[in-house]
């Protein structure tokens, strides 16, 4: 099993990035380390889902370019939701050009991502320049940007190299950068950098008990909280399909919430 040194809250308390300890207060004080993947390209669809999962999350994943009928009054329901239930807003926009376009891509166009996402994420296969094409507004607005390390999809080429200056880029400067997009934890806890994985649901390739639904017909792979937090000690899971795509989304929400708790609290006291 993966050791931990520090809690979460402990954690928070010296998190260099504010976004990043807002986030992790969340986590301890409303105890979810769950973060919902709200991939629905109808805007009511989002807000009445975000709306039902919200009080077992501490994240609401976006992707904005599915949204069929997106508008700024979407985002700003959104985020009034999110401040209702004590949740951040995080963009999946995995920025990957050079510099000055994701610069343009994070600031302008219909989107705004910086001006209303508290994290983004970003791809380091163009070299260390996206991250500073990302720097001025987010230090500015105080947002966390997280890094891809590695990826859920089968033959990801997000390893060796990239993997390694990801890494490498987010120990240097916390402060900036507060997460790697990952399987598991690359930097021990007290390199104040947040770990998120996606592929994660409870009927994932390791499930005891479910009939496991290892994967999407496209690639994706899953495995359960408790391998992602307990063995490969992530701090966050990313969960999309496995509780929007349930009968019962609420029920599901609730269920991996306390799968993955339960999954860090038995890592801190190990
Ligand atoms: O490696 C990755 C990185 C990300 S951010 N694999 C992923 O699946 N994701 C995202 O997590 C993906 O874009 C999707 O929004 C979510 C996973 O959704 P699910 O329905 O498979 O749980």
Not at 7 to 18: F, K, V
Not at 84 to 98: G, N, Q, Y
Not at 114 to 129: D, L
Not at 165 to 178: H, N
Request: with cysteine; glycine share 8%; charged share 20%.
């Amino acid at each position: 099993h993966h050791r931990r040194t520090l809690t979460l809250e402990q954690r928070a308390a010296r998190c260099p990035n504010p976004a990043g300890r807002r986030l992790l207060e969340i986590i301890s004080r409303k105890r979810t380390n769950l973060c919902i993947s709200l991939d629905m390209t109808d805007s009511a669809e989002i807000l009445s889902t975000a709306r039902l999962v919200a009080p077992y999350v501490c994240l609401f994943k976006t992707h904005v370019d599915i949204v069929a009928d997106f508008s700024q009054d979407f985002v700003a329901e959104l985020t009034a939701i999110a401040e209702e239930h004590d949740v951040l807003i995080f963009e999946d926009r995995k920025f990957a050009d050079i510099g000055n376009t994701a610069r343009l891509q994070y600031e302008a166009g219909m989107y705004r991502i910086a001006e209303w996402s508290h994290f983004t994420n970003a791809h380091v296969v163009s070299g260390p320049g996206v991250v500073d094409g990302l720097r001025g507004a987010a230090e500015r607005l105080g947002r966390g940007l997280l890094l891809l390390a590695e990826m859920s999809s089968a033959g990801s080429l997000v390893t060796g190299p990239v993997t390694e200056l990801a890494v490498e880029l987010a120990a240097r400067e916390p402060a900036l950068i507060t997460g790697l997009i990952a399987g598991g934890a690359l930097l021990p806890d007290t390199a104040d950098v947040i770990t998120m994985s996606p592929g994660v649901s409870l009927a994932g390739e390791d499930s005891p008990t479910a009939r496991p639904a290892a994967g999407d017909s496209f690639g994706q792979q899953y495995v359960t909280p408790r391998r992602a937090i307990m063995d490969r000690g992530t701090d966050v899971v990313i969960v999309g399909r496995a509780i929007i795509g349930a009968a019962d989304p609420v029920a599901a929400a609730k269920l991996h919430q306390t799968a993955a708790w339960q999954a860090y609290e038995q890592s801190v006291a190990h």
